[in-house]
């Protein structure tokens, strides 16, 4: 059974930093696309950050300069450092991957870890 599970999620004050991760487990050939997204109260999941299995990456424009997504994928993980943090950050932000199982590819979502940004 494949699994996303997040990590890192928290309370911060605006400025500040939270680094998440994502790791993948069970059995899958191979990891495409991972990202990503986040959902406040009353809003529409939006992606916040995108990064291909040859490591290239895109940003929401709102989070460019301050966000960086990586991949391990000796790990299988991949990452999401927040930095400048601001109280419109504040949203429960999902993990998504795009396995390739057997010999199609499916999207996987993690679970969700609340960030909450203080003003």
């Known amino acids: 059974q494949v699994q996303l599970v997040e990590s890192g999620g928290g309370l911060v004050q605006a400025g500040g930093s939270l680094r998440l991760s994502c790791a993948a487990s069970?059995?899958?050939?191979?990891?495409?696309?991972m990202g990503w997204y986040r959902q406040a109260p009353g809003k529409q999941r939006e992606l916040v950050a995108a990064i291909t299995a040859g490591g290239s990456t895109n940003y929401a424009d709102s989070v460019k300069g301050r966000f960086t997504i990586s991949r391990d994928n000796t790990k299988r993980t991949v990452y999401l450092q927040m930095n400048s943090l601001k109280p419109e950050d504040t949203a429960v932000y999902y993990c998504?991957?795009?396995?390739?199982?057997?010999?199609?590819?499916?999207?996987?979502w993690g679970q969700g870890t609340q960030v909450t940004v203080s003003s």
């Open positions: 069970g059995r899958f050939r191979r990891i495409n696309t």
């Open positions: 998504n991957a795009r396995l390739v199982v057997e010999i199609y590819e499916y999207a996987y």
